[in-house]
T-cell receptor, first 112, second 111 residues
Framework: IAGITQAPTSQILAAGRRMTLRCTQD?????MYWYRQDLGLGLRLIHY???????GKGEVPDGYSVSRANTDDFPLTLASAVPSQTSVYFC???????????FGNGTRLTVT | RKEVEQDPGPFNVPEGATVAFNCTYS??????FFWYRQDCRKEPKLLMS???SGNEDGRFTAQLNRASQYISLLIRDSKLSDSATYLC????????????FGGGTRVLVKP
């Protein structure tokens, strides 16, 4: 089934640990995005990639890094997790900038 | 002022009634507009795109008012299953990639 797959679905992580959230899409979309969603703050863009080999910073990039080695994969890494990174993380993709986003199922991350 | 603003609600709607709500955006150069639906912290799903001429999809009608810089969503004959949070998305081509979400409007349809 075509779409976006995120892993893990949920994770409890000790502060200071390194964590990579995985995101894979099979729709051959050029653009991919990482958002976090927190109560009262809505969806906020962390990082994005317009095409394989390029990445850019979104609204809240600090503490996160991404890579886009190929079209399908866009992992998000927390180098040293902090409790404020407790959130629900959504990966999304789109065929081009002006086209609607397709979202993965989300990763619920708790940093203790 | 936030770039994209929505009334958070909740809008309590009797089943069968009509509900409408807006999303205002601050940048007049915004290019594309969408409504998404999100259930219980699940992933947002595209409900409909918003075209300049307005568009309708079944019980849902979306409109764009560029002069006043807002988009609207109207739901007719509300169903219990319409209970959700409705997010507007505004796109702007600027340095970097700019898709901005509103905070969402919560709609609760009650029997």
């Amino acid at each position: 089934i075509a779409g976006i797959t995120q892993a893990p679905t949920s994770q409890i992580l000790a502060a200071g640990r390194r964590m990579t959230l995985r995101c894979t899409q099979d729709m051959r979309h050029n653009a991919m995005y990482w958002y976090r969603q927190d109560l009262g703050l809505g969806l906020r863009l962390i990082h994005y990639s317009n095409t394989a080999g390029t990445t850019g910073k979104g609204e809240v990039p600090d503490g996160y890094s991404v890579s886009r080695a190929n079209t399908d994969d866009f992992p998000l890494t927390l180098a040293s997790a902090v409790p404020s990174q407790t959130s629900v993380y959504f990966c999304a993709s789109s065929d081009s900038f002006l086209l609607p986003l397709h979202f993965g199922n989300g990763t619920r991350l708790t940093v203790t | 002022r936030k770039e994209v603003e929505q009334d958070p609600g909740p809008f309590n709607v009797p089943e069968g009634a009509t509900v409408a709500f807006n999303c205002t955006y601050s940048n007049s150069a915004s290019q594309s507009f969408f409504w998404y639906r999100q259930d219980c912290r699940k992933e947002p799903k595209l409900l409909m795109s918003v075209y300049s001429s307005g568009n309708e999809d079944g019980r849902f009608t979306a409109q764009l008012n560029r002069a006043s810089q807002y988009i609207s969503l109207l739901i007719r004959d509300s169903k219990l299953s319409d209970s959700a949070t409705y997010l507007c998305v505004v796109t702007l081509k600027a340095a970097g990639n700019k898709l901005t979400f509103g905070g969402g409007t919560r709609v609760l349809v009650k029997p």
